[in-house]
């Protein structure tokens, strides 16, 4: 998931709607994310490029929503909603993702597996 | 190595068992042959230390940089594994521009070239500073380097600003390509959150010129940005930005299981450990459920802890002391000078001409408190056009068009020093127009001027009367429509001809010879003044259409106040849009 500077980023990406479940007061995703602009990304465990500053889910918990909805562990998040998550600060992340008056996330995110898998459909055809 | 044993089993074992009977030619072979294994044995042999003592160092590197030690550390039988400490990385590449210098502004590069290393020596300190597992005097004396550091860095800076004060940036384009080369991520995204700034402003010529002044140096990110909601880029406008990459924190996890607490930032990267731990509490709770993670480092470390290195919030305070002195300041400048913080951080990466036009804008806002309440619009540097029309709408209640809508044509037409003539039209009974002309050549000199136009600071600024109110004389004499000071960076469009059209007006007070020795330090100043802002050309607002100040304090006093046929008036009556007969220039006000 490498993008080459000044080119329009690429990738195969799944949309997944995740819908947030009420947990007493909050509204709970069931998902970690990790990453941002503003972090450093050499200590990413995802990502393939150690240079992505790219939002990526560390953790997803069991039976929640992001995992039903078929988020996975080590998913690069690339859109929230039709927000950018390529090129934000870890706290923009968060406040796209949790906020209060939205039931429903979409997300439009991308991970390794995808790529092959489509190439791998591609090349059969 | 098997096989090599064999062999030497077999030579000692022929060794053995060779005697006095034994055929001596067999042996003679087999000793040389023994001797070549022996030789490439012990070749080998030695080349298998190198490599392990190769792999030992790579392996110890490898736990310093990843915290733990690798499992194919070569051990001997009885050597345990020895203790590694976790190492910072504070190494670093300076950019080839710093060290390289181009003969020209010489002086500049090198305070470029050393503010440069000083980022990455500043960067390394605080890198060090984070560094866990270190005992307790260490990181008192780490997090003390780093506040050092941070001192140079901003004297750096500081110095840089005036030396670009001074000189004027020439080249802002060539000097910071070069910078931007080097890591082009953070650059993104702090050039995108320049971008966004503009968005915000609406300004789309200056936006667009900004774009297109920036394509040069090869910014990746306006690619995207362009496409991204406005909400976002204001969004992150409003967080810090930094010239050197921003990695303030270790890599951070948050679970979005717990509502968005915002982080409150520290107000210092190397005290952000000491201070995270109030910040901290909202975090751990989050932190808590989530699975220990040894290679994440779950500190709340807040985002906007680079913000007293931005280089724009150097700039604010030499020009904030000039002010204080010169000027009686309204009550909203303390509304001022925090928008100013949180907006000129964001000017990080055009440093040069922004800190020029913040400069000239910041002696703007002191000088035309008038309409201070849009006080965010008015600091807004990257489009300061827009922001000072955007200033002049809070007037509504006075009918007269506000100076700075010309501003808003300049781009548009290169009509702004028309426009604040028109503006003076407008109010036509305006008096001492003729002096505050020089005002405006002066306010873009920079600092120095500033006190002279404290001096000057006439009549026509109904808007601006807690400044005047030490000059009873021309205040009083002005008639309620009255006009700002136009801003300076219009004043090098340095029409200061109203004198020209407003020669007899009866509410002028000041003597000519104060006029004339004004006009006289003007003229000097302005000479000065005719070569330098030529950074805000790039803008692509600003048209020089007269460098030479008319030596007004030969025209005639005598001159027909021109006619302005009004094209569009507001609800309030105000007049939008008018043509002047004179000049034959269509002038709107927005």
Redesign the interface.
Known sequence: MSFI?????SAVVQRIEIHKLY?GD????????????????????FSEDK?D?GIYV??V?KGGPAEVAGLRLGDKIMQVN???M???????A???????NEDVVRLLVTRKSLEETVRQSMMQH | MDCKEEISDSDSGIILNSGPDSPTSPVKDLSTHTRAMRLKQKGLEDRLELCVLELKKLCIREAELTGKLPSDYPLLPDEKPPQVRRRIGTAFKLDEGFISQDGEESELHALEADLALQRQIYEAVRKLSLEEHISKPVRKSRLQQCKHEEKKLKELQDAILKQRINHGCLSPQTCYPSRQRDICVSDDSSLSDAVALDDDSDSAPFSAAVLGSSTDSGFQCLTLLPNKGPKQSSSSSSLDYDASPIQNSPWKESSLDQPYLKQKPSHSACSSRSSSSPTSSPADTRMAELPPAPQFAFKSLPVRNNQPNSAPSTPELPLRRQFSQSFRLPRSKPELTKASLDLGRGRTKLPRRRVTDFALAYSVQRLYQCSSEDSSSELSISSYSSSSSRETTTEAPKPCPPPYGYHRTAPNKGLGQLNTHSTLKNNNNNPSHLVPRPNQVKTSNGTPLQVNIGRLQLGPNSQSDPVHTDKPQQVQATSPKRMLKPPPPYTKVARTMSLREYPNHPGRVLPREVISGELKTWHQKNNIAISKPRSLERQGSIRIKRPEPPPYYHIPFHKQVSQKVILQRASDGTPLQWYEEEDSEIVSQV
């Open positions: 500077p000044g080119q329009p980023v947990e909050n509204l709970i995703l069931g998902f970690s994310i990790g990453g941002g602009i503003d972090q450093d990304p050499t200590q990413n465990p240079t500053k560390t953790r918990s039709g927000w950018d390529t090129m934000v600060t870890h706290d923009q968060r406040k796209k993702l949790t906020k209060k």
